[in-house]
């Protein structure tokens, strides 16, 4: 997860967000403390619905995999397999942990299932177009064992505590004037050591991440809405970010 920001001064420009988090890597767990109160409510509601006797978790975009482990001790999965393209990255992961050098856009290499998938901190806002947003959900509903579930965050686009009300309700008029799928493209802004770099993403609207997973075959079995500065848990979407629990797709759904 980031921030974004119109940037006014030449900055580093990683194109490819992989770059970007062989940058960051040096202060990804500072970041990551940062934001540890919306990081633990996440991983309390991931925890506690991950299927008794689960056996193995995949998580794709693992960063240096802190998380990832956490989530699998609590839930009592002994089989932890990382995705996580950045090799940086992947010299802080725990040792215990399979890992895995490929892109979520690869997962089609990956002959397994599982019976828990997370894909956190808004890692799929990383992944373009829009076309391999929905492939890489499918490949998660491929991957899933029968009862397993896929757990994702994202950035939400009307997010009004975050953004702001102004900045919102703009965001919100013009996807209404002029819809398209570029209106979530965003930059997204780091510091590291002092000096700031930039990287592609993308934030969310419920309607287009619940598009996303009809197209890829999972049901949203449910959502919920986190305050991505204190990590209370909130009653209305504008008030925070978006846990997605997804299930392979099903005739009914119950969001």
Not at 80 to 109: F, I, N
Not at 124 to 129: A, C, R, T, V
Not at 151 to 172: E, I, K
Not at 204 to 209: D, I, K, M, P, W
């Given at each position: 997860m980031w921030t974004e920001r119109a940037i006014m001064v030449s900055v580093p420009d990683y194109t490819d967000p992989v770059c970007a988090y062989d940058c960051l890597a040096p202060e990804f767990a500072c970041l990551a403390c940062h934001h540890r109160a919306y990081f633990d409510t996440i991983d309390r509601l991931i925890t506690v619905q991950i299927p008794p006797g689960s056996h193995s978790l995949l998580d794709v975009g693992a960063g240096d995999g802190t998380r990832a482990s956490r989530i699998a001790e609590f839930a009592g999965c002994p089989?932890?397999?990382?995705?996580?393209?950045?090799?940086?990255?992947?010299?802080?992961?725990?040792?215990?942990?399979?890992?895995?050098?490929?892109?979520?856009?690869?997962?089609?290499?990956?002959?397994?299932?599982?019976?828990?998938i997370t894909?956190?901190?808004?890692?799929?806002?990383?992944?373009?177009?829009?076309?391999?947003?929905?492939?890489?959900?499918?490949?998660?509903?491929?991957?899933?064992?029968?009862?397993?579930v896929a757990?994702?965050?994202?950035?939400?686009?009307?997010?009004?505590?975050?953004?702001?009300?102004?900045?919102?309700?703009?965001?919100?008029l013009r996807d209404r004037l002029a819809p398209n799928q570029r209106n979530g493209d965003v930059t997204v802004t780091w510091k590291v050591a002092?000096?700031?770099?930039?990287?592609?993403?993308?934030?969310?609207?419920?309607?287009?991440?619940?598009?996303?997973?009809?197209?890829?075959?999972?049901?949203?079995?449910?959502?919920?809405?986190?305050?991505?500065?204190?990590g209370v848990p909130r009653r209305w979407s504008f008030q925070g970010h978006l846990l997605y629990v997804l299930r392979r797709q099903s005739h009914t759904s119950s969001i």
């Open positions: 089989e932890l397999v990382l995705l996580e393209p950045s090799a940086a990255m992947r010299a802080r992961a725990p040792k215990h942990a399979k890992v895995l050098d490929m892109r979520a856009e690869d997962l089609a290499r990956v002959d397994a299932q599982f019976d828990a894909c956190l901190w808004n890692v799929l806002g990383h992944i373009f177009p829009a076309a391999a947003r929905a492939e890489v959900l499918r490949q998660f509903a491929r991957l899933l064992s029968p009862q397993g757990f994702v965050d994202v950035s939400h686009r009307y997010n009004a505590q975050h953004y702001g009300v102004l900045p919102t309700a703009g965001r919100f002092g000096v700031p770099c930039t990287t592609p993403g993308h934030v969310f609207t419920h309607a287009e991440f619940a598009a996303l997973c009809r197209v890829a075959g999972l049901d949203i079995a449910r959502r919920y809405v986190v305050d991505y500065a204190t």
